[in-house]
């Protein structure tokens, strides 16, 4: 079946630091996929995505590129600040055999960022 | 204009009741998804409805039971409620039913049952 793995959290960094989150996947199919972000208190919200091999997905300075050889889609934010506060999801959709769309999601990475 | 609407926001209720959680999209997508969040975090899929229909139900107690009446609802309903289905519940919609564009979470239920 289809599987995500995030890099442990909780990740926690200075304003201005680099950010960088690791995905891994495993899917049947060709999958698309996703980073959501969840701020405290509210439900996901779409961050970026990618379709296809190759695609780089990117909004709000953040970045994560679809690599099929490696299988992953790691998230990537040169600068951050304290509002990218928030627990981030690495997710794929599968189209292929029974997934019907159905997202799954890794384990989410609680990110934390300091003045 | 909320675009995914779930009601309500919180629900604290007994054990052995039963409760309903109604979720409300306007993006006029076909498809709609429930979803759990346990207090881990992790995320996993409970129902699909594609256009009024079931398409997915994964391995959920029968005591949850998903109704939409027509495509823009979807409710759902939980008997006997457990200690254990204490958690946050979203739901989503999807303009395709292959999941490629990406959802619309609503903001979630949470529900704790004391």
């Known amino acids: 079946g289809n599987s995500v793995t995030q890099m442990e959290g909780p990740v926690t960094l200075s304003e201005e630091a680099f950010l960088t989150i690791n995905c891994t996947y495993t899917?049947?199919?060709?999958?698309?996929l996703f980073w959501y972000v969840q701020y405290p208190g509210e439900g996901l919200q779409l961050l970026l995505k990618?379709?296809?091999?190759?695609d780089k997905g990117s909004n709000k300075g953040f970045e994560a590129t679809y690599r099929k050889e490696t299988t992953s889609f790691h998230l990537e934010k040169g600068s951050v600040q304290v509002s990218d506060s928030a627990v981030y999801f690495c997710?794929?959709?599968?189209?292929?055999?029974?997934?019907?769309?159905?997202?799954?999601f890794g384990q989410g990475t609680i990110l934390t960022v300091h003045p | 204009d909320t675009a995914v609407s779930q009601t309500p926001k919180y629900l604290v209720t007994q054990m052995g009741n039963d409760k309903s959680i109604k979720c409300e999209q306007n993006l006029g997508h076909d498809t709609m998804y429930w979803y759990k969040q346990d207090s881990k975090k992790f995320l996993k899929i409970m129902f699909s409805y594609n256009n009024k229909e079931l398409i997915i139900n994964e391995t959920v107690p029968n005591r949850f039971s998903p109704k939409s009446p027509d495509k823009a609802h979807l409710n759902l309903h939980i008997n006997s409620l457990e200690l254990g289905d204490s958690a946050v519940y979203f739901c989503a919609s999807s303009q395709d039913s292959a999941g490629r564009v990406g959802y619309t979470f609503g903001s979630g239920t949470r529900l704790t049952v004391v």
């Open positions: 899917a049947t199919g060709y999958p698309s």
């Open positions: 997710a794929l959709s599968d189209a292929g055999g029974t997934s019907y769309g159905k997202l799954t």
């Open positions: 990618a379709t296809k091999a190759d």
